[in-house]
């Protein structure tokens, strides 16, 4: 009894450490199929470490991928999907076919069927990689010099309530000024569903159906379901718009219209493209999600130890709300709130991205909600983003019960926390592409993540932005590194109120060091490099080098304690090198520790208004206006910035750069900042190495 009872058991345990390999291949077995197969013998018992081979080619996805507790890996048998060749795509749209010349520059290809047998409705078009422009209004511009959005005025909104007084709806009317405009009277009453208005407001975004138009004022209406606060505040100077899917404005090579109408997509051919064999992809699928990672955190069921190495993720639609089929709505309030990752987690650990793409996304290539700790996206590619590159956060600041949520130091967390996520060497560019508020990576509801060694450039809005809690209140985004990175190209002019690293309330322990931040450009205003914003709290930021922003190198809205220590700030276009708008916030007067800095301008204050009066330590910085004129510190000159007690030990004097015109900030060894105590360092390390 005994012997055959221990034979079973050795049987058994043999069979729970076997694990395997699997070879995923076109015209083979599918991702899907893989995946089952796993799952099936962990079901089994097997405890093994699974190989998941996948060939070269393009898999295209008709549901989601979703990764739960039970196809787990462990540390030293993780479940591994490694690309064999050169390119393993996993791709949530298919090609477009069936293309025919109907003239006029102008070829044509049947609406593709979704999964249900219905017309595919898609806002998305990649043709051999381009995303292309759908039918806008007014056109890109190739060189950037001309208008690319159209600014407004009079903006109306008015509630609909039904007989109860409940508010069913609200009418978003605004005017138009600029001529070219007049072509939306064009528009057929029956393509008003189709055509939309896209809408950048400081910081916001929206993304609106039209409802009607009136040619003789040039006032356009759109329906939202409840008031939209921002739409009151619109101003032709913070406010501009654009339109897309208009027929009337369907007229460049390079731009694609969807016909419901006639149930085709219309594309008019770049010069030398040969539509017989260019590669046309949309997101027929509609899938916003290729991969979903579905942990149960409340329940200690975590998804866990999966590797994918080399694989690429490739065209996603954008996130529709539930059952939505056709043109969307939204509003996003910041930094893309409301966009899911094509890759989505929830209750993950220890799961690794090494050398893979993401690419081609109408949201976020990745984004890790409550309960993900420890995950890696190391030496990836994220380009041609539809939102942002990483968003990091659970959906609020979770603490362990018992600690308090506070302006103090949190050390325990919660199941539902976000932490000790680690993005490293990867390139994360072209972003905001169709949701133009994306940031490279946002850190918001999570501590002890790093950001390293990063290439961040591209987009519309932030770089890098830490924290999700505005005030002086707690919050859970502490001790955070964001280090080594190379941010720029940032704004590009459309919108407003960022920064090359952005950071908001407690963040205790958080250190920005050793970036490269540059050509940060707004609309109207706020294009800065460092950028501590309301209740920033507890931050060091040091080791950086910044320069080219339109509004300064620095700025904190209203913060307290925060160190701004060795930097280099150059060449802002306005407003002043560093700057700082108030002195005192929920009864919490402000406070700054500004050290060791070289702050360097052509023509513009080295200090902006309302510094004087914010408390905490200024010295040993060095100061230098390059245009020979009358250096201006907060309405003060060189003199009287000194006497105000403002600034201790500093000086005003030539750094010394071995080229500052050529922005080569590399000090020579008869510097002056030396003697005041500035470190040089190799900013070159910065970026992906």
Known sequence: MRAGLSAGIAVIAAFASTGGELTVEPGGMSPSQALAKVRAAKAAGDRGAWTINVKEGVYGLKETLVFTPADSGTGDAPVAWICEGRNAVFAGGEKVVGW??????????????????????????????????????????PDRRAAEYFPVTRPMCEAVSNAAGKVQYSIERVTLTNETAKVLAAIPRDELPYAQMLVIHQWSFARRILRGIDPATMTVETHGPTPWSNWQRWTAARTIVCFENVRSAFDVPGEWFYDAKAGAILYRPLPGEDMAKVEVYAPTSQLSRLVDFRGDPDNGGYVHDIVFRGIEFAYSAAPAKDGERGPTQSYQFQAAQGADGMVTAEGARDIVFDGCRFV??????????????????????????????????????????????????????????????????????????????????????????????????????????????????????????????????LGKGVMSDMGGVYTLAASFGTRVHHNVVHDVWCYSYGGW????????????????????????????????????????????????????SRKEAQDVPCTLNFVNNIVVVRGVPLVGDRVRGVGGVWACNLWYDYSGGKPRFDGLDWEGWRRCGKEVHGVYADPRFENAESNDFRLKADSPAFALGFEAWDYTTAGCR
Request: proline content about 3%.
């Open 100 to 141: 025919k010349d109907v003239g006029g520059g102008v070829w044509s290809a049947p609406i593709p069927r979704a999964p249900d047998g219905s017309p595919a409705y898609f806002e998305q078009l990649w043709v051999d990689g381009r995303r292309a422009d759908r039918a806008r209004l007014p056109n890109r511009s």
């Open 360 to 489: 081609h996304t109408g949201n976020y290539a990745l984004r890790l909600n409550d309960g993900c700790v420890s995950n890696t996206v190391s030496n990836c590619t994220l380009f041609d983003l539809g939102a942002g590159g990483v968003w990091m956060g659970a959906c609020k600041g979770y603490v362990a019960k018992g600690e308090t949520l506070s302006r103090r130091m949190i050390r325990n967390l919660a199941p539902r926390s976000t932490a000790f996520n680690r993005i490293e060497n990867c390139v994360i560019r072209s972003g905001g592409r169709f949701n133009p508020e994306g940031t490279g990576v946002a850190i918001s509801h999570a501590s002890d993540c790093k950001v390293l060694h990063c290439d961040i450039h591209d987009h519309y809005y932030t770089g890098v932005s830490v924290g999700w809690t505005w005030g002086f209140s707690g919050s859970t985004a502490q001790r955070n590194e964001i280090a080594y990175n190379r941010i720029y190209d």
């Open 529 to 580: 490099a460092l950028y501590t914003d309301e209740g920033s709290e507890g931050i060091t930021m040091d080791h950086n080098l910044c320069w080219n922003t339109s509004d300064g190198g620095f700025t904190q809205h209203y913060g307290s304690g925060c160190v701004i220590r060795n930097n280099i700030f150059a060449w802002t276009r306005s407003k002043g090198g560093v700057r700082m």
